[in-house]
């Protein structure tokens, strides 16, 4: 078992995530672009500002072309869990770098990374795994689906996006046979452990550390 994003917590997993694209844009003008080219003002008219039916929001599985999307939105998970535990880095190369690495052990794990788009823009993104626990562990619960990591635009959260993505990881973990579903979570990230106890996540690891 290893993060999740969002997350008990192992190395590598992440949390519900803030996400606001800073690194990777240029500007036309007075008007900021996402990486894409699409225009960032044209997103918050048409899909911040106005409220958009959860029937409208479609999940896919990600695509190479789909890496630039992904790593913005790792990259303000790291800066939003820099200001919760003062370990993570907050230059945009580390989220590319986990973005690779993350790949890796997916393809390992028979994962994938899902999104969840709104009228073509990426919204939320959710990493899964199916994963194998230690030989102590009781045959029928050794194998189980991991949240990797679960990251929801910060101006979308609170509107069920990441209670969507976790329903798909438990269609996914059900579909795979497994009855067992883990994700990670910071202590400090009090939100978001709100969010997996009201979907039914349970305490189940502890994971300590000490600063030497």
Not at 41 to 67: E, G, Q, V
Not at 147 to 155: A, C, P
Not at 169 to 195: D, H, P, Q, S
């Amino acid at each position: 078992m290893y993060e999740a994003v969002i997350p008990g917590l192992v190395p590598g997993i992440h949390v519900l995530s803030r996400f606001e694209n800073v690194g990777g844009r240029h500007k036309a003008g007075h008007d900021e672009r996402w990486n894409d080219g699409s225009s960032k003002s044209w997103f918050k008219k048409h899909l911040l500002f106005r409220k958009i039916p959860m029937s409208s929001i479609t999940l896919r599985t990600a695509l190479p072309f789909d890496k630039d999307k992904v790593v913005e939105l790792i990259h303000r998970l790291n800066v939003f869990e820099a200001d919760l535990v003062g370990d993570r880095r907050r230059d945009y190369g580390a989220a590319a770098e986990y973005y690779d690495e993350l790949m890796q052990r997916l393809s390992r794990r028979n994962g994938r990374v899902v999104l969840a788009e709104a009228e073509g823009f990426v919204v939320g993104a959710m990493g899964f795994s199916l994963d194998q626990d230690a030989a102590y562990v009781s045959d029928g619960l050794r194998n189980h689906g991991t949240v990797t990591d679960l990251i929801v635009h910060d101006d979308w959260r609170g509107r069920g996006i990441g209670q969507m993505l976790l329903s798909e990881a438990e269609r996914l973990t059900k579909e795979a046979g497994l009855k067992r579903l883990f994700i990670g979570v910071l202590v400090a990230n009090e939100r978001a452990e709100r969010t997996y106890r009201t979907f039914g996540f349970e305490p189940y690891v502890s994971i300590m550390s000490k600063e030497l």
